[in-house]
C-alpha cells in the first residue's frame, strides 16, 4: 500500500475504533482479513499507527479544536511517525485510494495544531477530562508520570509455569524457537520479550512452560499467595490467567475454585489447564456458590471495572467509557465484593484486584466495604512495592499495567466475625 492509502485507511477506522463495541485489535484483524491486497507490513504499520492514534487521542484533538478523523490522523502521523508537515498534507492528493485534498483553512488548522500544545493537563496528558480529578485521588504525586507512560505502547510478558519450568529453563526453550526475553526486575516468573514475537507457536507455549500474561498481573496473583492444600477461589476467573497462576503456587494441591458470573468466558480453561498440567480446578457454578459459604482460605476478586490500568493495551476504552457506565460498574463491583466475603471461613483471605487506575474503583471501593463489614480488617502482604495492605503497580513503580489489589482478612471467630 502506499502511504497516501494507509494515511486514508487509518483515517477511516479511527471513528469505528471510537464507537464499536469490539475491541480495537479485533476490529483491524478483520479489517485484515477483508483486505488481503495489504501485506503483514501494511497491517502492522496500520495497526501500530492507529494504536498511537488512539493513546494521544485527547491531546492531537485538543490542538485541533475537532475530532475530523482526516485531520487527527494527519496531525498524528507528523507528531508522532516524524513525517514534515508539509509532506503529510501532500498525501492527501486525491489519487486512487488517496485522500481528497484538504482544504486551505484546515491546512492553515494542521499547522497551528502542530505548534500549539494543549495547555489543559487532562489534554495534555490524553485523558478524559472528567477522569482526571479520580485519577489524581489514586494516583497522588505520581499522576502525570504514570499517565505519560500510558501513552507509549505496552510490552509483551510471559509467566514461568512454575510446575513445569524455572526461568531460566523457559527462557532457553523460548531461544529455541529465537524468542529472546530477559528476566522482569521485579515480578519473579516474568519474563519479558524482547522484540515481536508469535508466543503460541512456540514449542515452550505449547509445551505449558510459559503462558502469555503481563507482569503485573503475575505480580498481583504472587501478592494472594495462595499456599498448597488451601481452599482457594477465584471468583471472577475471565479466561483463568491468574487460576494458573495460583495453581503453580499452590503446587497442584489443594482445591482451586473457579467461578465467572459469564461462564463462556472460561471456555478455554480446560485447554490451558491441560497445558499446563494443572489438575486442582474445580469450576463452579453461580447456583454452587451458597453451599461454599464459610469454605475458602483465600477468594480473589478480580473485578470488572474501567480497566484504566490497560489504556496502554486497549486505548480505545479511554473514549468508550461512560460516567453511567462507570457507576454501573461501582455497583458491580461493591455487589461481587459482598458475594465474594461470603465464600471466607474466620481468618480467610479476600484480595480484590482491579486493573483501574480510578480511586472510585480502588481506595474508595475498598474503604466503602470496611465501613459496612467490620469482621474484615486490611492484612499487609509483601509486593513490588513493599509491605502494605494496599498495592498500586503502574509502569513507573513496577514496570507493569496499572493494577491494584488490596488484601483483607476476616477476623477471627467471636473477634466481631
Known amino acids: 500500500m502506499r502511504?497516501?492509502?494507509?494515511?486514508?485507511?487509518?483515517?477511516?477506522?479511527l471513528p469505528l475504533a471510537l464507537s464499536e463495541r469490539q475491541p480495537a485489535d479485533r476490529l483491524v484483524q478483520q479489517w485484515g482479513r477483508q483486505n488481503r491486497y495489504a501485506g503483514s507490513k501494511d497491517r502492522r504499520d496500520i495497526s501500530d499507527r492507529l494504536f498511537a492514534i488512539l493513546r494521544h487521542y485527547g491531546n492531537l484533538t485538543a490542538r485541533l479544536g475537532s475530532d475530523h478523523p482526516l485531520l487527527v490522523t494527519m496531525l498524528a502521523t507528523h507528531l508522532l511517525n516524524d513525517m514534515p508537515l508539509d509532506e503529510v498534507v501532500a498525501l492527501a492528493d486525491g489519487s486512487q485510494y488517496a485522500p481528497k485534498p484538504i482544504s486551505e483553512a484546515d491546512a492553515k488548522t494542521l499547522t497551528h495544531a502542530a505548534a500549539t500544545p494543549p495547555p489543559e493537563r487532562a489534554d495534555k496528558l490524553s485523558v478524559p477530562a472528567w477522569l482526571f480529578d479520580d485519577i489524581e485521588a489514586q494516583m497522588g504525586d505520581e499522576t502525570e508520570a504514570v499517565l505519560a507512560a500510558m501513552q507509549d505502547r505496552a510490552p509483551l510478558d510471559v509467566r514461568v509455569n512454575l510446575l513445569k519450568?524455572?526461568?531460566?529453563a523457559a527462557q532457553a526453550a523460548l531461544l529455541e524457537d529465537d524468542i529472546e526475553t530477559a528476566p522482569h526486575p521485579k515480578v519473579e516468573t516474568a519474563l519479558r520479550v524482547l522484540g515481536t514475537a508469535q508466543i503460541t507457536m512456540s514449542r515452550a507455549y505449547k509445551d505449558g512452560l510459559v503462558e502469555v500474561q503481563d507482569a503485573g498481573a503475575q505480580a498481583v496473583a504472587q501478592i494472594c499467595a495462595a499456599q498448597p492444600f488451601e481452599?482457594?477461589?477465584?471468583?471472577?476467573?475471565?479466561?483463568?490467567?491468574?487460576?494458573l497462576a495460583m495453581a503453580a503456587q499452590m503446587q497442584n494441591k489443594g482445591r482451586m475454585l473457579v467461578h465467572d458470573a459469564i461462564?463462556?468466558?472460561?471456555?478455554?480453561?480446560?485447554?490451558?489447564?491441560?497445558?499446563?498440567g494443572v489438575e486442582i480446578f474445580e469450576t463452579v457454578a453461580p447456583h454452587d456458590l451458597r453451599g461454599l459459604e464459610g469454605q475458602c482460605d483465600l477468594v480473589?476478586?478480580?473485578?470488572?471495572?474501567?480497566g484504566t490500568g490497560r489504556w496502554r493495551r486497549a486505548p480505545e476504552t479511554k473514549w468508550r467509557l461512560t460516567a453511567q457506565g462507570l457507576a454501573d460498574m461501582h455497583e458491580l463491583q461493591a455487589q461481587i465484593l459482598r458475594q465474594a466475603a461470603s465464600l471466607l471461613r474466620p481468618e480467610g483471605r479476600l484480595a480484590y484486584i482491579t486493573c483501574s487506575l480510578l480511586s472510585s474503583e480502588n481506595n474508595r471501593q475498598i474503604d466503602g466495604f470496611l465501613e459496612e463489614n467490620q469482621a474484615f480488617e486490611p492484612m499487609e502482604t509483601d509486593g513490588p512495592t513493599g509491605l502494605q495492605a494496599r498495592?498500586?503497580?503502574?509502569?513507573?513503580?513496577?514496570?507493569?499495567?496499572?493494577?491494584?489489589?488490596?488484601?483483607?482478612?476476616?477476623?477471627?471467630?467471636?473477634?466481631?466475625?
Open 263 to 276: 461462564a463462556g468466558r472460561m471456555k478455554h480453561l480446560p485447554e490451558r489447564a491441560m497445558r499446563a
Open 165 to 168: 519450568a524455572d526461568r531460566m
Open 391 to 417: 498495592h498500586m503497580l503502574h509502569p513507573c513503580n513496577g514496570d507493569t499495567d496499572g493494577l491494584y489489589i488490596a488484601m483483607l482478612q476476616r477476623r477471627a471467630a467471636g473477634d466481631g466475625a
Open 231 to 243: 481452599t482457594v477461589m477465584d471468583f471472577c476467573a475471565g479466561a483463568g490467567g491468574k487460576a
Open 300 to 306: 480473589v476478586a478480580d473485578v470488572p471495572c474501567s
Open 3 to 13: 502511504p497516501a492509502a494507509r494515511l486514508q485507511t487509518i483515517a477511516e477506522l
